[in-house]
T-cell receptor, first 112, second 113 residues
Framework: GEDVEQSLFLSVREGDSSVINCTYT??????LYWYKQEPGAGLQLLTY?????DMKQDQRLTVLLNKKDKHLSLRIADTQTGDSAIYFC????????????FGKGTHLIIQP | DSGVTQTPKHLITATGQRVTLRCSPR?????VYWYQQSLDQGLQFLIQ???????AKGNILERFSAQQFPDLHSELNLSSLELGDSALYFC????????????FGEGSRLTVL
């Protein structure tokens, strides 16, 4: 199976909260990451969480980590049209020795 | 602007040909990564260099090779191209070798006809 799994699409109404989920396999990952890719652009690091943390908040973004279930989520409060993008979850397997392993990305679609 | 520059932005070539993709990392970054993005496979890690030396190898085909030069820019060489090599190739850079804080270029879109 895949190392990092995400749903391919999420549709939310403007102003609502978006919750993007991810499951990963490598329990030795030290950090877990969320990257954002806007149309025609490269990936941009949004936020990350250290594996001994449960939660991290950064303005409209909240990251939750359930290490027992190897589940990571990204919550975007008050979703705006500018949040429309593909969101990638990533883990650094083997402490980053083999580069980051990315999920296939979740397309966030904002409905007016 | 991430500070990572990739050229060319678009490339169209025929099967069997060879192409070279170029990447200039952010100023001060010693590590360069290459990723391949396709619809079916998603983002696949190809290879990483750190300060001129190969550091990690992922799902890179034998037909592909890369190197990092003394000025830290990197090139990815793709040879004997096949239709399935059509993809977006990203370069990323980072300050250190063991970090997930990567800065990505805008990618080189390769189309093999």
């Amino acid at each position: 199976g895949e190392d990092v799994e995400q749903s391919l699409f999420l549709s939310v109404r403007e102003g609502d909260s978006s919750v993007i989920n991810c499951t990963y396999t490598d329990s030795s990952s030290t950090y877990l990451y969320w990257y954002k890719q806007e149309p025609g652009a490269g990936l941009q690091l949004l936020t990350y969480i250290f594996s001994n943390m449960d939660m991290k908040q950064d303005q409209r973004l909240t990251v939750l980590l359930n290490k027992k279930d190897k589940h990571l989520s990204l919550r975007i409060a008050d979703t705006q049209t500018g949040d429309s993008a593909i969101y990638f979850c990533a883990e650094n397997e083997r402490g980053g020795a083999d580069g980051l392993t990315f999920g296939k990305g979740t397309h966030l679609i904002i409905q007016p | 602007d991430s500070g990572v520059t990739q050229t060319p932005k678009h490339l169209i070539t025929a099967t069997g040909q060879r192409v070279t993709l170029r990447c200039s990392p952010r100023s001060g970054d010693l590590s360069v990564y290459w990723y391949q993005q396709s619809l079916d496979q998603g983002l696949q890690f190809l290879i990483q260099y750190y300060n001129g030396e190969e550091r990690a190898k992922g799902n890179i085909l034998e037909r592909f090779s890369a190197q990092q030069f003394p000025d830290l820019h990197s090139e990815l060489n793709l040879s004997s191209l096949e239709l399935g090599d059509s993809a977006l190739y990203f370069c990323a850079s980072s300050v250190t070798a063991n970090t997930g804080e990567l800065f990505f270029g805008e990618g080189s879109r390769l189309t093999v006809l």
